[in-house]
């Protein structure tokens, strides 16, 4: 009965990383819609840089990663519960404030700094609970949990155009921060520690370490090597998500065939995470991570800097299919690496240089 009961809560703690992916990168991801409508003539920040513009993406994508720095502090504090209903709120108030934005400024604090620290509130638990409850199809479960991400994308890129088509962008950003906080608060008590993890976390309580590490392990040529790796992969692999519709417009592609490029991209992202986490549990983690490092790289070398409408649409499926998986493989070979005993007090780490990479 015991063993049925930890699948059954392995399998909630997927459904709930599936949503808080699904929501958080998903309306993250395609930020692109927003700042392509941002600096139309009919946006609030028309005639301003881009690159300043793109700063708001960057932080919320970034925050969520860099302020997991914080884990270690919060969990001796709050529950899980309510460092999640905390983040979901806080989320869905960054997108709520920015509807009444006009300056770079206002959008960044709010639809970018609220929101990204909420994204962290309400993303982590999920990814530091669930490998636990895996062991052989590690892999896949994680996949399915990151999948998250693309299926999100592919969903809230098109109904973030069409919101802001059909009633406006102020309403397209109260919609959207309303739509977070209701599909959160349900995955907010999907999430429940391993056992293993409670029997040491009540050892550790008595005193409070902000960097529970093993110092012999962050100093590894290994987890260095890992840890530059998620840096140096974070750096680039939303820059062509964010230019995508704007990039496919400069081709004489439409603004709403510029969303659906996002939508498709990340749909494909997503069914490439569960299909490459099933070869990675069968052929190697790490081989994986390298096959689709490598050809990550390939594809923008080929196909991005060819400027033709056939390469661009060769790019979007392509490169969801290979970037894609890098995101679940990371902390899935940290658990195959430094071993799950480490993974849960080590985790932040590889989140703050991603976030790192993501703001540089």
């Known amino acids: 009965m015991g063993r049925k009961k930890f699948r059954y809560q392995g399998y909630m703690i997927v459904a709930a990383?599936?949503?808080?992916?699904?929501?958080?990168?998903?309306?993250a991801f395609t930020f692109g819609v927003f700042q392509d409508f941002y600096?139309?003539?009919?946006?609030p920040l028309y005639g301003k840089p881009v690159a300043t513009v793109s700063v708001i993406g960057t932080l919320a994508t970034s925050l969520t990663y860099m302020v997991t720095i914080g884990n270690n502090v919060l969990q001796h504090f709050f529950s899980i519960q309510q460092t999640m209903v905390l983040g979901s709120l806080l989320m869905a108030m960054g997108l709520i404030s920015a509807s009444w934005a006009q300056e770079i400024w206002q959008f960044a604090l709010s639809q970018g700094v609220m929101f990204g620290i909420g994204g962290f509130l309400?993303?982590?638990?999920?990814?530091?609970?669930?490998?636990?409850?895996?062991s052989a199809h590690r892999g896949i479960a994680m996949g399915i949990l990151f999948s998250g991400t693309g299926i999100g994308g592919l969903a809230l890129a098109p109904l973030t155009r069409y919101l802001i088509t059909k009633y406006g962008w102020q309403w397209a950003l109260r919609i959207c921060g309303i739509t977070t906080f209701v599909c959160l608060l349900p995955a907010t008590f999907l999430v429940h520690p391993h056992p293993s993890y409670v029997a040491t976390h009540k050892i550790k309580s008595a005193k409070i370490e902000v960097l529970h590490l093993n110092m012999s392990l962050v100093t590894s040529k290994k987890f260095i090597f890992h840890m530059t790796g998620a840096l140096l992969q974070s750096a680039g692999y939303l820059i062509p998500g964010y230019y995508m519709s704007s990039y496919g417009q400069t081709l004489g592609f439409s603004s709403n065939e510029g969303a659906v490029f996002i939508g498709i991209n990340n749909a494909v992202n997503g069914v490439s995470k569960v299909i490459v986490g099933y070869f990675a549990d069968n052929f190697g983690r790490l081989n994986m991570l390298l096959c689709c490092c490598f050809l990550s790289a390939v594809t923008v070398f080929a196909l991005w800097l060819v400027s033709t409408r056939s390469t661009l649409i060769d790019f979007v499926i392509l490169y969801g299919v290979v970037s894609g998986p890098i995101i679940s493989l990371l902390p899935t070979c940290m658990v195959e690496l430094f071993g799950v005993q480490h993974y849960q007090s080590s985790i932040w780490s590889l989140y703050f240089c991603g976030g790192v990479g993501t703001f540089l």
Do not use: D
């Open 122 to 134: 309400t993303y982590l638990p999920a990814i530091v609970h669930a490998p636990p409850y895996f």
């Open 39 to 43: 600096l139309s003539k009919g946006g």
């Open 17 to 27: 990383g599936f949503m808080c992916n699904f929501i958080i990168f998903g309306f």
